[in-house]
């Protein structure tokens, strides 16, 4: 409105009306129109730039400041609320869990793991006594003793932490330790080595790449036998028909081929990691797609095993 009435006579552009005034110095807090829009007032009355710079300053430099600080103020004072709700909420969950199995001296072991076996039914029960003793370990040396009820609140402390195995040595207990006998736990510590060798995924890339460029190349060869490149890929007559010949055993033998090598690493993979092996997604994914291929090879040569039989 200031801007309207002070520069209404000198500015035709920027402040022609209300609304124009308006926009001009809403643009003027981002600087993205400074210092053109004051430029023509100035040409006119030498005074007009106070007015432009007390209204940067007090807008761009006070009043934004201002209005940053109530919006954090009131995200921050949103999310103390959200936590706190989130752990009163945690707190009575456990509260309520803790009368239902408590009994005279607290929660016993033997009500522990049926709870979470309905709580956290993926861990295991190792992990679930690992859990318990870790309660304990605070309060008390005895680790078996009852839960108190303030133990029982740490529950979701302890229920993120990643749990290992280890020997009276310290060192990592892995899935081949105890196998009997000793040739096969020297084979599945020789295939957990080569899993972990940083050139065995190296390789298998490149045998997944060389994979790919030989089927897209049959596929080349497929599309010249139905007509598509005949003169580019055959060049000479009587190619194609001799494409027609090679090309059925050529596509099943290389098929079978990276089936096996795709099998095999697979093998070694489940030997070398053991169980684990199903706890990661891409695993499971390749396990899926290799068996699906090895099914569709079989079916593939199932009628020349027949005839041969």
């Given at each position: 409105i200031f801007g309207f009435y002070?520069?209404?006579?000198?500015?035709?552009?920027?402040?022609?009306?209300?609304?124009?005034?308006?926009?001009?110095?809403?643009?003027?807090q981002t600087t993205a129109n400074f210092p053109d829009v004051m430029m023509e007032a100035y040409n006119k009355v030498s005074l007009a730039p106070i007015f432009f710079?007390?209204?940067?300053?007090?807008?761009?430099?006070?009043l934004s400041n201002v209005l940053l600080s109530v919006v954090y103020s009131n995200f921050q004072s949103h999310e103390k609320a959200r936590f706190k709700r989130r752990f009163l909420h945690r707190k009575k969950a456990l509260e309520v869990a803790y009368k239902t199995l408590a009994t005279k001296d607290g929660v016993e072991l033997q009500e522990f793991f049926p709870f979470m076996a309905r709580f956290q039914p993926q861990l295991p029960n190792w992990q679930v006594l690992c859990v318990y003793k870790?309660?304990?370990?605070?309060?008390?040396?005895?680790d078996l003793s009852p839960l108190t009820l303030q133990q029982f609140y740490t529950l979701y402390d302890f229920l993120d932490l990643v749990w290992i195995r280890v020997d009276e040595y310290g060192n990592k207990l892995l899935w081949y330790t105890k196998l009997k006998p000793a040739f096969v736990m020297k084979t599945a510590k020789a295939a957990r080595v080569l899993v972990n060798w940083q050139w065995f995924n190296s390789t298998i890339s490149v045998i997944i790449v060389v994979n790919t460029l030989i089927n897209v190349a049959l596929y080349l060869y497929h599309l010249d036998d139905l007509g598509y490149f005949s003169d580019a890929i055959a060049g000479v007559e009587g190619n194609v028909t001799h494409?027609?010949?090679?090309?059925?055993?050529?596509l099943t033998g290389f098929s079978i081929f990276f089936i096996i090598i795709y099998v095999l690493?697979?093998?070694?993979?489940?030997?070398?990691?053991g169980p684990n092996y199903f706890t990661n997604f891409w695993n499971w994914f390749d396990f899926i797609i290799v068996g699906i291929s090895f099914l569709?090879?079989?079916?593939e040569i199932s009628p020349a095993l027949k005839f041969a039989v």
């Open positions: 002070f520069f209404a006579g000198v500015d035709y552009h920027y402040f022609s009306s209300y609304g124009q005034s308006f926009v001009s110095m809403f643009v003027l710079v007390f209204f940067l300053v007090f807008s761009l430099y006070l870790a309660m304990k370990h605070k309060d008390s040396d005895d494409l027609e010949a090679i090309q059925g055993p050529v690493e697979i093998t070694v993979r489940i030997v070398g990691l569709a090879v079989l079916l």
